[in-house]
């Protein structure tokens, strides 16, 4: 681990040298100075385990790996950081939760903490402590962070889910700029289709992007998989209209969409073959990088609006949680806290280019979200998205509900005609009904 | 061992079943050999309790609770199984890996034997050759699945490329996204990967069948096909008896492939019953419900190898086994 | 034994290949060359894409218009060199090795044993253990996964390479034990019982005799066991935890897909650099493999 992290820094000085980053030693004096006043004091010879999912963009991990080496020099607290795919997080996080060894702290992804929230330690006065002093949580943090009154994870951060478009195609579609509500959406889809210049949105079991479209898609139109007391409404004439819209948006996307897992939409997208999907910064980064062309063409904007007159988003949320068994519950506590202090998050958040976004509302200052336009966008995520569990609860039910691919497979059943309406709605209500008995 | 000299002798004594002899030898044995057995038995055994039975039955039992990850769950005897039985995707699940299970095996049989016959004539860099077969086999799966995904891809697919430039097609080839091209591409995966162990084990047996056989069919003026109804494939039986039993049972169980080319996508076209155990009780925490999941591949296993372990297995080799 | 040996290995040279020499050439083409060339396309193309992946540039991936993707003419060393001096390759490349070198070593041990112990000793229960072990595969690792994590948390072997090689043989066991097996019984009875006459001891016999003449079943176990365990994912997914522990497969997937970007030059030369040693290994096998046929059943 330890020449991982000298390698790394040494690559990623460069891209770390914007504002508001203290130089290295500052850095560690701040850092001694904070564990100095910090309420929280790790207990003596403590070693953490962290589990984080592995990074989108490396400038990002440069930075997270900074802190990490900080924090060790301030307190002394080694943090070992394991880092495994998206996918990986859910399954290893439930084993060690279950077994009750192997790791201190994830960092995870959507509602992981709600999985299994008896095995989180309460972290109530960190989150306190971190609200009173960077101007509030935005209200999502509480749906993700909090359960029965208390904690039970830290919402770090949130990649948002926004429409990624090329500039130049979407104005020889005849739209000025982008559409604000789904029915002229539609018809931008379709106008594309008919220039040869098509959009596509993942159907396939891609846990990011497919779970984040087609909830705004299910949402937008009136649909809910639950009531607010858990009880299963898929079953409406608003999800059939939701179905019907994008059976009609799949009909004029790329082929092949229904295969498509996380990474599809950006190799395409960054070779400039796709002119309009749904992704979080990663695919302008890696433009930016390797296609320069297409990151000068593109820009973002927030998924339109359907008939029910409000946003729907839905964006991947980080929470961070700590384990209830671990044998360092106060150096744990202190590295959550440390993360979210200005002079770390500031820097982290310009590191990861856009990809990370706050969730306590005094970031919002961060020149990152100005100094490119293209950017602005992805700043208010925090504030827009809703949580995968609807109307209803945000907890194993939703988690299950969201790792099942109800919703998803619900839309990719209609949309590519192995089901009909009545059909696909069945199967997703049979299975809801089951998780939400 | 035994003097070596002394061993077409004693050879020769043995043949000629000097019954009194062979008793006491035999009965020396019987003697200890139930022990020695044991004692024979025990490593193998241990590490399979310790590591196999003992996991297996928690996971039974799991398949009769209510268990999430995370936390313990109540007995609630066959609702899992109830559940099941009337989910349109686990039929569908249960449907996609009979398929997979027997196209796959019969092609990879047919191809991989025909492989192996070829392997046995005379040609040239006949060892390179043999090498350069086993490489797929050799490749890590996870990786060459994702090569294969690669060349399956929507858009950059090697394949749509070449077709398209030979003015065969002229869109791309859905090849994941569409549920039964899907299928065919998972299959022909698995063919691929599997061929190598088929022909090469084969080949392996086709070594040990006499040449002296054939040179007196030939002489007979047996055909190639008759040389090798009657000769090659009834001296082959036992060895393709356990590839083929085991080449059904990876094929049953495979995991890795689908699950790295398409998640059991296209909606679910492609879901395996370990895929989906795997997506239901691991992802999304269902543990009870993926374990009932991977129980129900028991039986539907148990009756692929029973008609793949006696439905190859000739008379012969049980005679074998039991009369010497 | 040595006269067995001889005795056989003057009969399996060439001739074995039976009257093929009398076939024509034009008729040894389509019979034997065509069919084994295409076997050999279609078995070695995606490995040669992999290859070829692994030393484009990263820009000509994605391109398939202004340059043919069957070729590249700007070879670059950039993927391989970052995967073998910028990664922990050689570290994962060592545990990989040391793994599959030792559950397969066990595996084989435990494997010979039984199937003699089985097929020759033919104890008390013997049948009934030979069916116990053949239904031990039918158990599906995807279900064993967190059953037999619980288990390595209670054995204390969470991320540590003895978690794998105590794990593995569970997969390898049975189809080695069958696999021997059915190589055992192919070896005549009556070499064994005169050896017995003359005194020799089962373990004696079990090495000097039937141990050298199952080399073809003993080096198929081999491949197989090393290899499986080489490919293993699942369980190497779940006991292991520490980027130093990994294996190759899992490393390599792990560490070359950035969310949701795949580093394909880097994942194809793992692949490569990961199989390479492996290639060489069985070259030199599949050569004593074929050499090794001492003719078992013959009379």
Redesign the interface.
């Known amino acids: 681990m330890n020449d991982f992290t000298r390698r790394t820094f040494v690559k990623g000085s460069t891209a770390l040298a914007g504002i508001g980053m203290l130089s290295g030693s500052a850095l560690f004096d701040w850092a001694k100075a904070w564990a100095q006043t910090a309420p929280w004091k790790p207990e003596a010879g403590a070693k953490i385990n962290l589990m984080r999912w592995r990074r989108f963009v490396e400038a990002e991990d440069v930075a997270f790996m900074k802190m990490v080496s900080a924090f060790k020099a301030a307190t002394g607290v080694d943090v070992n950081v394991v880092n495994e795919s998206f996918d990986d997080i859910q399954p290893k996080a439930s084993v060690v939760a279950n077994t009750g060894q192997g790791l201190d702290m994830v960092w995870g992804l959507y509602s992981l903490p709600h999985l299994f929230p008896q095995k989180c330690l309460d972290q109530t006065d960190v989150a306190d402590y971190l609200g009173k002093k960077y101007g509030g949580w935005a209200p999502a943090a509480e749906l993700y962070g909090k359960s029965g009154g208390k904690w039970i994870g830290i919402p770090v951060a949130t990649t948002g889910g926004l429409m990624n478009y090329r500039v130049s195609s979407m104005q020889k579609a005849g739209f000025k700029e982008f559409p604000k509500d789904t029915a002229s959406f539609l018809e931008l889809v379709k106008a594309l289709k008919k220039n040869n210049t098509p959009a596509g949105f993942a159907l396939g079991h891609a846990s990011g992007d497919a779970n984040t479209w087609l909830h705004w898609a299910l949402w937008s139109h009136g649909g809910q998989l639950v009531d607010k007391d858990d009880k299963v409404i898929i079953n409406s004439p608003e999800t059939a209209k939701a179905l019907e819209f994008v059976k009609a948006l799949y009909e004029n996307f790329i082929p092949g969409t229904a295969s498509w897992n996380d990474s599809s939409n950006n190799k395409i997208f960054v070779s400039g073959d796709l002119h309009l999907t749904s992704n979080g910064i990663s695919v302008y980064v890696a433009a930016q990088k390797d296609n320069k062309a297409v990151a000068d063409d593109m820009d973002h904007a927030y998924m339109p609006i359907g008939p029910v007159g409000k946003p729907t988003e839905l964006h991947l949320a980080f929470p961070i949680l700590t384990f209830n068994f671990t044998k360092a519950p106060n150096a744990c506590k202190a590295f959550t806290a440390f993360m979210l202090e200005a002079e770390n998050y500031n820097p982290w958040v310009e590191a990861a280019q856009g990809y990370l976004s706050h969730f306590l509302n005094a970031y919002d200052n961060n020149p990152i979200w100005t100094s490119d336009p293209k950017r602005t966008p992805y700043r208010d995520v925090s504030k827009r998205t809703l949580t995968p569990g609807g109307l209803g609860s945000l907890g194993e039910k939703a988690a299950a509900a969201v790792a099942d691919f109800i919703v998803v497979d619900m839309f990719a059943n209609y949309a590519t005609g192995r089901e009909d309406v009545k059909g696909a709605i069945a199967v997703a209500e049979r299975q809801a009904k089951r998780i939400y008995r | 061992m035994v003097d070596v000299s002394n061993k077409s002798t004693a050879k020769a004594v043995g043949r000629r079943p000097p019954q009194q002899i062979e008793v006491s030898a035999w009965s020396q044995l019987k003697s200890n050999r139930t022990w020695l057995g044991y004692w024979f038995m025990l490593p193998a055994l241990a590490i399979l309790f310790l590591f196999l039975a003992y996991p297996l039955g928690l996971g039974v039992w799991l398949s009769f609770t209510d268990t999430r990850i995370g936390r313990g769950g109540v007995f609630i005897g066959l609702e899992n199984y109830e559940w099941l039985q009337g989910d349109s995707i686990f039929w569908l699940s249960v449907f996609n890996t009979l398929l997979y299970t027997i196209v796959a095996s019969a092609v990879k049989f047919a191809a991989g034997l025909y492989l192996a016959l070829l392997l046995n004539k005379h040609i040239p860099f006949k060892a390179l050759i043999r090498a350069a077969v086993l490489i797929p086999f050799i490749v890590p799966t996870v990786l060459s699945a994702i090569a294969f995904w690669w060349i399956y891809d929507s858009q950059f697919s090697i394949l749509s490329w070449s077709l398209k430039k030979m003015g065969l097609i002229t869109q791309n080839i859905d090849f994941l996204g569409d549920p039964w091209n899907a299928r065919w591409s998972t299959i022909f995966a698995n063919i691929w990967r599997g061929i190598p162990f088929v022909a090469i084990t084969l080949l392996a047996g086709l070594q040990t069948v006499s040449p002296s056989l054939y040179e007196a069919a030939t002489l007979d003026g047996a055909t190639p096909w008759q040389r090798f109804r009657h000769i090659t494939y009834p001296l082959l039986t036992p060895i393709i008896a356990v590839v083929m039993t085991f080449s059904v049972l990876f094929t049953f169980t495979d995991f890795q492939l689908i699950w790295a080319m398409t998640r059991g996508g296209p909606v679910n076209a492609t879901h395996l019953m370990a895929t989906l155990s795997y997506q239901r009780g691991i992802i999304a925490g269902q543990l009870g419900e993926g374990a009932a999941i991977a129980t129900a591949m028991i039986p539907f296993l148990l009756g692929a190898i029973m008609i793949s372990w006696f439905g190859l297995q000739r008379r012969k080799w049980q005679q074998g086994s039991d009369n010497d | ?4 040996k001889a005795m056989t290995a003057g ?2 040279d ?8 009398l076939e024509s050439i034009p008729r040894r083409l389509v019979t ?2 065509l ?2 060339a295409l ?2 396309i ?3 193309f ?2 040669y ?2 290859a070829l ?1 692994s030393i484009k540039p ?2 000509q ?4 218009e202004r340059v043919s ?2 070729w590249t003419w700007e070879p670059t060393f950039q993927h391989i060199k970052k995967l073998l001096f ?1 990664s ?1 390759y050689p570290r994962w490349l060592w545990n990989t090795m040391y793994v599959a070198a030792a559950a397969t070593a ?1 595996s084989l ?3 010979v ?2 199937a ?4 020759r ?4 229960g ?1 049948q009934t ?1 030979g069916g116990l ?1 053949f239904l ?16 390595v ?1 209670q ?1 204390g072997l ?2 540590s390479p003895f978690a794998l090689i ?2 593995y ?2 997969i390898l ?3 080695s ?3 021997l097996m ?1 190589y055992f ?2 070896i005549p ?3 064994e ?8 001891s ?1 373990w ?1 016999i079990l090495t ?2 039937v141990l050298p003449l199952s080399v ?2 003993l ?2 176990a081999f ?2 066991c090393f ?1 499986l365990c ?2 293993e ?2 369980y190497a ?2 006991f292991l ?4 522990n990994k294996t ?3 490393a ?3 560490e070359f ?6 580093r ?1 030059g880097s ?2 030369a ?2 490569l650099v ?2 390479l040693p ?2 060489v290994l ?2 030199f096998f ?2 004593h ?2 050499s090794a ?1 001492t ?5």
């Open positions: 034994m040595t006269d067995v009969g399996s060439d001739h074995s290949e039976g009257m093929s020499y034997l060359y069919p084994l076997f050999l279609v078995l070695l995606p490995f894409w992999m992946t990263n820009e991936l994605l391109d398939m993707p069957f910028e922990n066990l041990f435990a494997s044993l039984a003699y112990a089985i097929v000793l033919r104890f008390r013997a253990v072990i031990a595969y039918l158990v599906p690792p995807s279900i064993l996964f967190i059953p037999l994590a619980t288990v948390f054995y969470f991320d105590l794990v043989p569970t066991i049975p189809f034990t069958w696999l059915g019984k192919t009875y009556e070499l019982e005169c050896a017995l006459i003359d005194g020799a089962r004696q000097k005799i073809p079943g080096i198929s491949i197989f290899t080489w490919n994912f699942i997914l779940t935890q520490s980027v130093q190759v497969p899992v390599i997937v792990n897909v950035d969310g949701d970007i795949y394909w994942l194809m793992g692949a990961g199989s492996l290639v069985y070259a599949v050569e493999y074929v046929m003719g078992a059943v013959k009379e």
